[in-house]
């Protein structure tokens, strides 16, 4: 399984994935689930992916050998004229990379289903970040919808529901991005550190700060325990429940 969540700032995006990948308690992998591409001064562009780990990986390798064509019929991630592009691009090969892999070997279609995070700037541009969906097509974040996430999505969903401010500064995003992925690794086995994380600042059009944390991450498990300590005093200030009079 996996957990991957695209956040939209004011000040610009906010990307965290996990990298666990496993097929059965006894066979977990680590694989890396978020890719970047940039043009400093022109472009920056992030990728991140959830589902069957042989279509993601087609997809990126796809879209690297694209940009590697001389003379190419269709331009690469590198020579769209915009994130919009980019996206309609992106979904057109996702879609084709599931046919061609449902036309052989199992019959069932949604053993080769992924989903796309995909966000970034380019040229005169706003930023701009999309899910793309398995049959090619996508939707794109707003204000009012200001954040994606694919794969275990449910048990961190709350806490982004209720704390985000678009106003809020990367580092408080990654704080609220840092308690939202503990919550799932607590809930769920299959998603778990090392973390990606890139911080994209709006109007750079090069990547930001891009790093990993890592198992036994300081700043992770003082996150961890400190969340945990502050639900357990917010629950014991709540009113207490009294059952009705007979």
Known sequence: MTYCVGLMLNQGLVFMSDTRTN?????????????????????????????????????VSLLEERGKEPGARQPGILEEGSMFQVATMVGNLLKEVIA???DVGQQADAAFNATIILGGQIGDGAPRLFLIYPEGNFIEASFDTPFFQ??????????????????????????????????????NLSVSLPLD??????????????????????YFEEISSGWGVALRDAFSQLPEFKFPKD
């Open 100 to 102: 061609t892999h449902a």
């Open 197 to 218: 994380v890139h911080a994209y600042r709006a109007g750079s059009l090069q990547n930001g700060r891009v790093f990993r944390i890592e198992e036994n991450d300081a």
């Open 23 to 59: 097929s059965g308690v006894d066979n977990i992998s680590t694989f890396r689930k978020m890719f970047t591409w940039e043009v400093p001064g022109e472009r920056s562009i992030t990728l991140m992916t959830a589902g069957n780990l042989a279509t993601t990986q087609s997809v």
């Open 150 to 187: 694919i794969g275990e999505t449910k048990y961190g969903r709350p806490i982004l529901v209720r704390a985000y401010d678009p106003e809020m500064s990367f580092e408080d995003a990654i704080k609220l991005l840092t308690v939202s992925f503990d919550s799932t690794i607590k809930a």
